[in-house]
């Protein structure tokens, strides 16, 4: 089934769920990759979409489109002008909050007589089991958010980030450049151009903060936005963060010997890994 949600600053999205759900239902907010004319239906999924292949197995999931992608594709030309003191980044992020905020409230839903504020004709959400999947710049999102937002009960991130200290121009990544320059995400990360070791926070600090929540990372080794060698040493650095809190297995490091997609096997690969989270 398919329920069509708006939150936030009007952003519309749609929860997909079995239907006849009876208890409440995990939920997996979807953030989608660099798809700008589809978004997070993008052609990018071949076979069945994460949205039906989730609700098949029991669980809910929040999609929507991210600010400058599918149907939000005109509000990113002008985001600047509009809002010169504002990053698209911080903006999707703060969707990501607010789509967290939706299904708190969902699961607030539970309460016998719910108060006026409480959305309705939503299934059964359980508000302790919100998670966020990525990939590319969806994987980027997903992570910062869950650095952020301890509501967040974990994270999966494929192929979403390369280490940004040591992602210099001369790598064949690009550098920095795709988040300053080629996607405008971040401007104020231009200012590191060519001394991007000063930069004041990398993935490392977020993946610390997500820590020692459950985090799923899939690093293909032919991802051409990635160096490989990098992302191991600093999924090296941060494993003490879960370590040292009793939570070694909350971080699941996966480099396949594939290249960048999101397909039926990453499907499979991620509800694997999601299926462990009940036994943990």
């Given at each position: 089934?398919?329920?069509?949600?708006?939150?936030?600053?009007?952003?519309?999205?749609?929860?997909?769920?079995?239907?006849?759900?009876?208890?409440?239902?995990?939920?997996?907010?979807?953030?989608?990759?660099?798809?700008?004319?589809?978004?997070?239906?993008?052609?990018?999924?071949?076979?069945?979409?994460?949205?039906?292949?989730?609700?098949?197995?029991?669980?809910?999931?929040?999609?929507?489109?991210?600010?400058?992608?599918?149907?939000?594709?005109?509000?990113?030309?002008?985001?600047?002008?509009?809002?010169?003191?504002?990053?698209?980044?911080?903006?999707?992020?703060?969707?990501v909050r607010a789509a967290v905020d939706l299904l708190t409230l969902a699961g607030s839903g539970q309460n016998p007589r719910p108060s006026e504020d409480e959305p309705k004709g939503l299934p059964p959400i359980d508000p302790k089991r919100i998670y966020l999947l990525g990939y590319s710049l969806g994987g980027t999102v997903a992570l910062h958010a869950a650095a952020l937002d301890p509501r967040v009960a974990g994270v999966a991130c494929f192929a979403g980030f390369t280490p940004m200290r040591t992602d210099s121009e001369d790598k064949p990544t690009g550098g920095l450049r795709r988040f300053w320059d080629w996607h405008a995400l971040q401007p104020q990360l231009g200012l590191f151009r060519g001394r991007e070791s000063e930069l004041p926070y990398d993935f490392d600090d977020l993946l610390r903060l997500v820590a020692p929540r459950p985090c799923l990372v899939v690093a293909p080794r032919h991802d051409r936005d990635a160096d490989p060698a990098d992302i191991e040493r600093m999924i090296a650095a941060v494993r003490p963060a879960w370590n040292d809190r009793g939570a070694a297995g909350n971080l699941t490091y996966e480099a396949p010997d594939d290249y960048s997609r999101f397909q039926a096997d990453q499907h499979e690969l991620f509800w694997k890994w999601f299926q462990t989270l009940g036994r943990r």
């Amino acid at each position: 089934a398919r329920t069509p949600v708006n939150f936030g600053e009007y952003v519309a999205g749609d929860l997909y769920y079995p239907k006849g759900a009876k208890g409440p239902l995990g939920v997996v907010v979807w953030l989608h990759p660099y798809s700008y004319n589809l978004g997070y239906n993008g052609a990018y999924m071949v076979g069945p979409r994460i949205q039906q292949f989730l609700p098949e197995k029991g669980v809910a999931v929040l999609a929507f489109d991210q600010v400058g992608f599918g149907a939000r594709l005109h509000e990113g030309p002008r985001f600047y002008d509009r809002y010169p003191r504002w990053s698209r980044l911080g903006k999707m992020v703060r969707d990501v909050r607010a789509a967290v905020d939706l299904l708190t409230l969902a699961g607030s839903g539970q309460n016998p007589r719910p108060s006026e504020d409480e959305p309705k004709g939503l299934p059964p959400i359980d508000p302790k089991r919100i998670y966020l999947l990525g990939y590319s710049l969806g994987g980027t999102v997903a992570l910062h958010a869950a650095a952020l937002d301890p509501r967040v009960a974990g994270v999966a991130c494929f192929a979403g980030f390369t280490p940004m200290r040591t992602d210099s121009e001369d790598k064949p990544t690009g550098g920095l450049r795709r988040f300053w320059d080629w996607h405008a995400l971040q401007p104020q990360l231009g200012l590191f151009r060519g001394r991007e070791s000063e930069l004041p926070y990398d993935f490392d600090d977020l993946l610390r903060l997500v820590a020692p929540r459950p985090c799923l990372v899939v690093a293909p080794r032919h991802d051409r936005d990635a160096d490989p060698a990098d992302i191991e040493r600093m999924i090296a650095a941060v494993r003490p963060a879960w370590n040292d809190r009793g939570a070694a297995g909350n971080l699941t490091y996966e480099a396949p010997d594939d290249y960048s997609r999101f397909q039926a096997d990453q499907h499979e690969l991620f509800w694997k890994w999601f299926q462990t989270l009940g036994r943990r």
